[in-house]
C-alpha cells in the first residue's frame, strides 16, 4: 500500500508544475517535517530528480513522478491524495489512516504512533 493521487490532484499537480515553470524531469515529493501545531506539517513541492532514488518510495501516475522519502512514507503510507474546490478555498487535501487529528487548516498532522510500530513490524 502506497500513497493514492486521485486523478483530479493528479491534473492539479501537473497543472501547478507548468505554472511554477519547473522542468520537465522535476518530480513531486511528498513528505513530513516537524512542525504545526499538531505535531508534523505536510511537505509538497516539485524537486529536482533525486541522485539517490534509494531513499525513496516512488510512484508515477499519468508521467507525473511522486517521490516520498522513506521515514515520511512509514506514516503516509495508504494516503490518499485529492484536490478539493470549494467558494471559501482549494486545495490539496490528505487523508490520512495513521491521522489522529489534524489542524483547521488541514496542513498539520499528529499520528497513532502505536499503530504505526504495530503496522511497521508487521511488515
Known amino acids: ?15 501547478m ?25 505536510y511537505d509538497f513541492d516539485f524537486i529536482e530528480p533525486p541522485t539517490d532514488e534509494s531513499l525513496y518510495k516512488i510512484s508515477e ?5 511522486v517521490y516520498c522519502d522513506k521515514k515520511s512514507f512509514i ?10 474546490e470549494s467558494l471559501l478555498s482549494s486545495g490539496f487535501t490528505f487523508k490520512v489512516p495513521y ?3 489534524s489542524c483547521g487548516c488541514g496542513e498539520s498532522v499528529s499520528f497513532d504512533m502505536g499503530k ?5 513490524e508487521s511488515k
Not at 1 to 15: H, R, S
Not at 17 to 41: A, E, I
Open 1 to 15: 500500500m502506497g500513497l493514492k493521487l486521485t486523478e483530479y490532484a493528479v491534473e492539479k499537480a501537473k497543472e
Open 99 to 101: 491521522a489522529t487529528r
Open 116 to 120: 504505526v510500530v504495530q503496522d511497521e
Open 17 to 41: 508544475k507548468v505554472k511554477m515553470q519547473k522542468p520537465n524531469d522535476w518530480v513531486l515529493c511528498v513528505g513530513l517535517r516537524g512542525g504545526g501545531c499538531s505535531g508534523f506539517m
Open 61 to 65: 501516475y499519468d508521467d507525473l513522478k
Open 75 to 84: 506514516f503516509l503510507t495508504g494516503t490518499e491524495i485529492d484536490y478539493e
